[in-house]
């Protein structure tokens, strides 16, 4: 028996030998039978399929359920007129605020007027510095009474426009001034201080009535002709002459 277990046994190794050589198959695992080898080798297939199919999930987009629901809704609402026009309803009984704005006035200052040069310009510096107001009527019944005094042509004789005796060194207003800015410093000084003109000074300040202050001239102390109670007066427009710069201080 024992010989004939061993006779089975050199068989069976001897027909591994050969089956080895066959498949080529190295001697030193020419042991292994066939079978063995078909299940290592499926082995080996089922895991390199494994292999693969995980690396083709790991590759393939994700596909993700869109969502939905009212939070999702209102979302996509405003990211679709995130760029719109943005439009404010306003209630039918609102009522629109009233604005402030501040006014402004130019107002004419003496460096403007000395510039210009003008009797015209001499009779409105007269103004500013009494503080009248600059109107129409009041640069007319100036200049008109510059015109009684002196004479258009020559207007800025003495620089003393209204021969003023106050602060000209002549009491019968046949003084002089420095410029013709100083002259028209002192004339307004005389108008606003001296009781003897307060109805000058208020026809002035009115503004309105170019005749009105005429008559107070007349009534006044100011020519001791009184301008013959208004018969020497003349009331047509004066003309525009300029002074000499010399006159000026310029």
Known sequence: ?????????????????????????PAKRAGISPRRRLRRAGGVLAASAIFALV????????????PSGPAFAEASAAEANRDAVQRVTIAGAAKQQA???????????PETLVLGGTNHDWAKLVLVEGGFPITDANVAVITEWMREENGPD???????????GNGSGGGSGLGS?????????????SLRRLSFYD??????????????????IWASPWATSHY???AHWTTSPVPVVEAPAAAWGR
Not at 199 to 215: P, Q, R
Request: proline fraction near 2%; charged fraction near 20%.
């Open 99 to 109: 604005v402030s704005r501040e006014s402004y006035t130019a107002s004419t200052g």
């Open 177 to 189: 001034y420095e410029t013709l800015q100083v002259g028209a410093v002192y004339a307004a000084d």
């Open 228 to 230: 013959g109670n208004g």
């Open 55 to 66: 690396g083709t999930v790991a590759l393939a987009p994700l596909h993700t359920t869109a």
């Open 199 to 216: 109805a000058i000074e208020a026809g002035l300040d009115a503004g309105t009535d170019a005749g009105a202050t005429a008559a107070a």
């Open 154 to 164: 020559n207007w800025w004789n003495r620089n003393n426009p209204l021969n003023n």
């Open 1 to 25: 028996m024992r010989q004939h277990r061993r006779t089975n046994t050199g068989e069976r190794r001897a027909a591994r030998t050969r089956e080895a050589a066959t498949f080529g198959v």
